[in-house]
């Protein structure tokens, strides 16, 4: 059976398990991202899902998944970025190499990567993303002609993917334009395969040809997350050589990050100055006018159709974080919450009821930045934070290290690469075993439980 066979019987399953309301509201919208032997490797819906699949689901969901294969696996939830990065790092199982090639050659067909779900149309407009929305507008009506490359930036869960499938999306209404949409590690992944020299000359030839014709023999380029290739000095020579032959012949190049050019640290000149060629538009923190009009929206377009009263919009407005992935959750719970509680409508109190966990732990840890949780964590076990950037490796600093690393694996929406580079220059690798450790360790360690709980309270104040 394959992958997205054993997917969909898996989530055949789930329905049959549960009401149709909490299938559509919590399992529906979920994506696969790999199955291996012993893991299900689910793309992380944001805290609000996790926690309502992990808190309620988890034997629903691990018996529904031992019925189908027969065996016994964890489910994990990762960001795509993440988990992709793993992979090439051989965290996960490594292809089978008896069909490796097939799945190569499959690999690097082309398609378009283009969600139709992602839109002009229901993207909402506000003063932090209106410049941004414009510029990507005059790209989507003029690719290759105004702004090359267009190049979005801003912090995690503002739009910006949105804003790209929304780009493709109008390209390909309004012309025959060929449009490549793709993960930044996903092109990592492609330029690795492509550079194992397994097969014989000739096979060899056929992928670098297969892989020349994915990414050139195109008319736009919207390229996601670019940061991610930070740790990759290949592929980004790779991609370097890949955006010239793009820019030169006049085709539209669009690329996001999570942050500004300047502070893509590990990128050579060179590909900075591309960068700059073009224009350069930001995505900034939604206001609290522009996450009600979000809501309003979402609200109105969910599959399930929700009526709210002002007062519990302007509730979730102020207590979402920066992050519309939150706001979104926190619908979704409300969606749930009225089903299962048989409300008319939804009170204030009701709200405050159902997001309850939700407005604690986003409203106190949300914003913390990884520096503010360095500090806390210092503070607590008295050291210096310089300590916990440093190379010492006593026991008492690595493991208060470590802890530093787990809470900002778990309190904030940083990525491993992103915290392992705050925690003077660490690799993701270094981060996801501090985060492994710890969590293992939580499972005996009641002095550990205890000490974090302190510190998560510290943060709170
Ligand atoms: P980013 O790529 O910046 O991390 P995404 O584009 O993935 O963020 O956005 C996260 C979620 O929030 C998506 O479901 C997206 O549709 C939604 N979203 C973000 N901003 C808006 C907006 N202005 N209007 C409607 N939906 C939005
Ligand atoms: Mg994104």
Request: glycine fraction near 4%; aromatic fraction near 10%; charged fraction near 30%.
């Amino acid at each position: 059976m394959n992958q997205n066979s054993i997917w969909n019987d898996f989530l055949e399953h789930i329905n049959q398990k549960v009401s149709y309301v909490s299938y559509a509201t919590w399992f529906k919208p979920l994506e696969l991202l790999k199955i291996t032997d012993n893991d299900l490797i689910i793309k992380n819906p944001g805290k609000v899902v996790v926690d309502q699949l992990t808190s309620y689901y988890k034997d629903i969901m691990e018996e529904a998944l031992e019925e189908v294969t027969g065996n016994h696996l964890n489910i994990q939830f990762k960001d795509e970025k993440d988990f992709i990065d793993e992979t090439n790092n051989s965290v996960m199982s490594p292809p089978k190499v008896d069909n490796y090639m097939l799945d190569d050659e499959e690999a690097l067909k082309f398609k378009s990567n283009i969600r139709e779900d992602y839109t002009f149309d229901n993207f909402v407009v506000g003063e932090s993303n209106r410049y941004a929305f414009q510029s990507c507008l005059e790209v989507a009506q003029n690719p290759g002609k105004v702004f090359n490359p267009l190049f979005l930036y801003g912090k995690s869960g503002l739009g910006k993917t949105h804003l790209m499938h929304a780009i493709g999306n109008y390209i390909q209404q309004h012309s025959n334009l060929r449009v490549l949409y793709i993960q930044c590690d996903d092109f990592v992944t492609d330029f690795i395969k492509m550079s194992k020299n397994t097969g014989s000359v000739e096979e060899n030839l056929k992928y670098i040809e297969l892989f020349k014709h994915k990414y050139r023999d195109i008319d736009v380029l919207i390229i996601d997350d670019i940061q991610f290739l930070a740790n990759a000095t290949a592929s980004r020579q790779e991609f370097t050589n890949t955006f010239s032959s793009l820019y030169n012949n006049e085709k539209q190049i669009i690329i996001c990050s999570d942050r500004s050019v300047d502070d893509l640290k590990m990128f050579e000149d060179r590909l900075k100055t591309r960068f700059n060629w073009g224009l350069k538009a930001i995505v900034n923190i939604p206001d609290y006018d522009l996450k009600v009009k979000i809501i309003k929206n979402k609200i109105k377009t969910e599959e399930l159709m929700l009526n709210l009263t002002d007062d519990v919009i302007g509730f979730i407005a102020s207590n979402s974080g920066s992050d519309v992935r939150n706001l979104e959750g926190m619908v979704r719970r409300l969606v749930f919450w009225k089903a299962m509680m048989h409300l008319n409508t939804i009170t204030i109190d009701d709200a405050r009821e159902a997001l309850d966990e939700y407005t604690t732990s986003i409203g106190t840890y949300y914003d913390n930045s990884i520096n503010k949780i360095k500090n806390v964590v210092a503070e607590y076990y008295e050291l210096k934070v310089d300590d916990l950037n440093g190379k010492k490796r006593s026991k008492e600093i690595a493991n208060a290290r470590m802890i530093a690393m787990y809470l900002c694996r778990i309190l904030t929406d940083e990525t491993y690469p992103r915290i392992g580079l705050e925690f003077g220059g660490r690799d993701h690798s270094t981060v996801i075993h501090a985060y492994e450790k710890i969590s293992e360790d939580l499972k005996t360690d009641q002095n550990l439980d205890n000490q974090i709980s302190e510190i998560k309270k510290k943060m709170g104040e």
